[in-house]
């Protein structure tokens, strides 16, 4: 069944353009050649990032997107650096620092793509 099959994540945008700068260029995801029209595809480590035009893009109110990394606090100064903002959400158990939210080992960190899609980072 699905158990062994890979799964890939797949967001809607309103400008293709826009999300290739965004998840190419900010986000430094590898572009896979074979677009097709209106869809672009990209590598992140083992796994593979779809985005497409669709005019519901960035009406989905939860996390669309999540990358598991070692060190989140890099992660977040990288991206700050280059103009990407952090959300601040109020979640019972955990406390902010800064742009990321700590419970216990646990350090996260929340931001969109400019359609307003939630995309996060989490500590491993």
């Known amino acids: 069944m699905l158990g062994a099959t890979p799964a890939a994540a797949t967001i809607a945008v309103k400008d293709l353009s ?28 083992q796994s593979t990032l779809f985005v497409y035009e669709s005019q519901y893009a960035g009406t989905n109110k939860a ?9 989140v606090d890099s992660e977040v100064e990288v991206l700050k650096a280059k103009g990407v903002g952090f959300e601040h959400y109020d979640m019972p158990g955990m406390k902010l620092e800064g742009d990321i939210h700590v419970s216990g080992d646990l350090r996260a960190a929340w931001f969109k793509d400019p359609d307003g899609n939630i995309l996060a980072l989490v500590s491993q």
């Open 18 to 45: 826009r999300a290739r700068e965004f998840y190419g260029r900010t986000l430094g995801l590898k572009a896979q050649e074979g677009d097709e029209e209106g869809v672009a595809a990209y590598r992140s480590g």
């Open 63 to 71: 996390t669309a997107a999540t990358w598991v990394v070692d060190d």
